[in-house]
């Protein structure tokens, strides 16, 4: 089994995985935190390993860095709720752009061969939490997107 590690945060939110990207300082952990505040379980904080079985994207950490969180300005946590592995659903891109305000289709991001939707959105938005939570009923279809010509 192939295994990628990169540079991006991971969780459980709403029963649902999700990959956080974007470069340094964009605000990944924040985001993380914000979340894992709210209810989400942390796998993996800063590094995540994925890997591919049947078909599905798995996210995991290094072993001795589960359960570890490294809060700004306080240092690294240990024993924040955590899952060794889970499935990734979608992926949360932050990015320092705008973003279009009603984008066309949902990006799609290939990792170990698996294809993954991708919402960008500005690092600066308000309610980041709430986006984040609104993508994933949009991935398991709880609610969807309504096109510009079906209004």
Not at 48 to 56: I, V
Not at 62 to 69: A, I, Q, V
Request: glycine share 8%; proline share 3%.
């Amino acid at each position: 089994m192939t295994t990628l590690g990169i540079y991006a945060t991971s969780l459980i939110v709403n029963q649902k995985g999700v990959l956080i990207t974007g470069q340094s300082g964009f605000g990944k952990s924040s985001l993380a935190l914000e979340l894992i505040d709210q209810g989400a379980s942390l796998i993996a904080d800063d590094v995540t390993f994925l890997s591919e079985k049947d078909g599905k994207l798995y996210a995991s950490c290094d072993e001795k860095w589960h359960g570890c969180f490294e809060v700004r300005g306080l240092g690294i946590v240990k024993g924040i709720p955590a899952e060794p592995i889970a499935k990734i659903d979608y992926q949360i891109e932050l990015i320092d752009e705008k973003v279009e305000r009603m984008p066309c289709e949902i990006a799609e991001k290939t990792y170990c061969n698996v294809n993954i939707p991708v919402f960008k959105i500005n690092k600066d938005e308000k309610y980041l939490p709430t986006l984040v939570k609104i993508a994933g009923k949009i991935v398991s279809k709880e609610v969807c997107l309504l096109s510009l010509e079906s209004k």
